[in-house]
């Protein structure tokens, strides 16, 4: 079964630019997540999804970030315009119920703004 | 706000050396703890769910275990290939599942 893939591996912009990341999920799994971690902190939440709809955005930093999940499967984040401070490592995650079932985590997209 | 705060932040240990990592957790009202490896330029690995004081859960050489105020991880002789960064995440108290996750433990097994 194939895991949670994340699209690009790496992402090098300048600032102001904007970049789209993209998360599939695990087959199945109606729950997506999304996490980052910029450097020297811990991994934070950002957002989640259940199907298409937006079941917790208290993670989101700023109205820079959009997330979508249209027809309930693979996820975009988009960063416009990209500030520095966005630099970091983003995480998608699924699941295939909510509450405490257990988070799969993709390999991390890392974004680096200039 | 919960929090989650795992020591230490980094081990040293000789392979073959036991020793334990702690992840203390202030949740008012645990519904569970979670535990994963990650090692460099990848994503992190489920490893464990705890999910009430006194519970234990083992895979090879680690054993999870959780009171009502920490969790710790214990690696038994460790190998070289254990080294990674531990991670321990908890739920919010109330619903939902979104994490707060640990800064993390770095592991470095030597041979």
């Known amino acids: 079964e194939a895991g949670v893939t994340q699209f690009p591996s790496h992402s090098v912009i300048e600032k102001g630019q904007t970049v789209t990341l993209r998360c599939d999920p695990i087959s199945g799994h109606d729950n997506l997540y999304w996490y980052r971690r910029v450097m020297g902190k811990e991994i934070k939440f950002l957002l989640h999804?259940?199907?298409?709809?937006?079941?917790?955005e208290s993670g989101m930093p700023n109205n820079r970030f959009l997330a979508e999940r249209t027809g309930g499967t693979y996820s975009t984040l988009k960063v416009q315009p990209a500030e520095l401070e966005d630099s970091g490592v983003y995480f998608c995650a699924s699941s295939q119920v909510t509450s405490l079932d257990t988070q799969y985590f993709g390999p991390g997209t890392r974004l680096t703004v200039l | 706000e919960d929090q989650v705060t795992q020591s230490p932040e980094a081990l040293r240990l000789q392979e073959g050396e036991s020793s334990s990592l702690n992840c203390s957790y202030t949740?008012?009202?645990?519904?569970?703890l979670f535990w994963y490896r990650q090692d460099p330029g990848k994503g992190p690995e489920f490893l464990f769910t705890?999910?009430?004081a006194g519970e234990e859960k083992e895979k090879e050489r680690l054993k999870a275990t959780l009171t009502k105020k920490e969790s710790f991880l214990h690696i038994t002789a460790p190998k070289p290939e254990d080294s990674a960064t531990y991670l321990c995440a908890v739920p919010p108290a109330s619903s939902g599942s979104r994490l707060t996750f640990g800064e993390g433990t770095q592991l470095t097994v030597n041979p």
């Open positions: 999804f259940v199907k298409e709809s937006k079941q917790d």
């Open positions: 705890l999910y009430s």
């Open positions: 949740v008012s009202g645990l519904r569970g």
